[in-house]
């Protein structure tokens, strides 16, 4: 799979989004001519009108006839989803029938792929990771042929280590074990901290994968109220750990799926103060951390840590290589009773990807890699929230992550994003319903829109024909209201 070029006219429209990104040109002002542009950039008039399109296209343009490009007012932006306020009580995790059919859409070719967060191949760097893959295989093949210790390659730990220190985590390679993916650490870390019947309070909405391994575990659950802007309601958080009803807690710390959020980091100094006053261990999942938005990644939990209470959960899935199902897990107090955990589920982790991966981390294609995913994911997110705008019922709400590539999407009642699904599927269009967010049904008039196909004709098509039958399904067709904004 071919690594996808930067262009010229997309290096041209990000110059001039950077202007008006950083307000050298204001809302209304007059954009460069394409002449001027094509000049200053030297590059051709051709380059510079597929920039301008692009940008008119991004809804950072607008043109006005006979007069030339102006910097597009941006539209009113539409409203974040609201937190649900709903029974903090204890309960089983029922999982929604239509996680199976969002899990067999979400990757088929024929479906529109709005369904799972599941980056594109084009948009990883597949075809420098098979070099680097078969060189060492080559090289290293059969070294790379047997088991490596529970804890993985002490190579690949070490360059784990070294990223850490940049986001603020103290890690020594002993303290990370090498996992099948982020999925394999959750469900670890949950081993080593709760029993069946225990109960963990978690996000909500939360990853609907979670969900699963917490129902595999016969564990039950308490759904925090959980805001799309700041997370966890440290409130709610406070009163259910204050109850002793709670043995663990699950919370992603940056860019959670579905909502995006981001707790400030006052507030996650507060929850990792609650939870050790209550010796209640917080498992933190990071998978999305990599994807940030903005000049800084926000600090996990485990790097404010004092009180050695976080299991830190990540892997590069999101960023790299969901196929290699490479994802760790770093604790220090829990490391013995993880190790002794995965010893008898997978024994070990695959050696050759894992050496890869070391090598791809230590020459730098990773950080050059992340730059450009980060780009792509900002870009399409931004793109596909102008079309939200413009063609979903009006009174929908939209969440404004600063990183990852989800959005949240809450429709006004009385739509059913149920039936919207089976709609959908119909026309050969898959996205996340609400439901499967929720271990206990919540969410039915919400979704979830993955942006990880990056941004292309065939998914603002799909996108927009999904906002065409939100309307309807809010009951607004003929109504005469118009969507969200015309445009
Ligand atoms: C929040 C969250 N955690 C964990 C995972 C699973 O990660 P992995 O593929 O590394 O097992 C996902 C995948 O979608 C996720 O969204």
Known sequence: MSQSPRFRYEEIADFVAGLAGRGTLKPGARAPSLREISTQQRTSLSTAVQAYRLLEDRGILEVRPQSGYYVAKPPPALPVPTTARHSIRPAKVELSGLMLDLLKHASDEAFVPLGCAIPNQRLLSSSRLDLVLARTARVKGSQCNTYSPPYGEMSL????????????????????????????????????????????????????????????KRLKVVELPTDADTGVAVDALREVVASGKVRACVLASSFSNPLGCTMPEENKRAVLRILAEHGVPLIEDDVYGDVHFGEERPLPFSALDTHDNVIYCGSFSKTLAPGYRIGWIATRRHMARVLETKFATSLATPVLTQVALATFLSNGDYDRHLRRVRREFADTLARMTRVIEQAFPPGTKVSRPAGNFVLWVELPEPADTRLLFAQALEKRICFAPGVVFSASGKYAHCLRLSGGHGWDARIEKGLRTLGAMAVRAAGLAGSGKKPVRSG
Request: glycine content about 6%; some cysteine.
């Open 157 to 216: 730990r070490l360059e784990i280590a070294r990223r850490a220190l940049r986001f603020g985590q103290a890690l020594a390679p002993d303290d990370i074990a090498i996992t099948c993916g982020c999925t394999e650490a959750l469900a670890l870390a949950l081993d080593a901290v709760t029993e069946p019947g225990d109960t963990v309070a978690i996000e909500s909405p939360t990853y609907f994968g979670l969900l699963q391994v917490l129902r595999a």
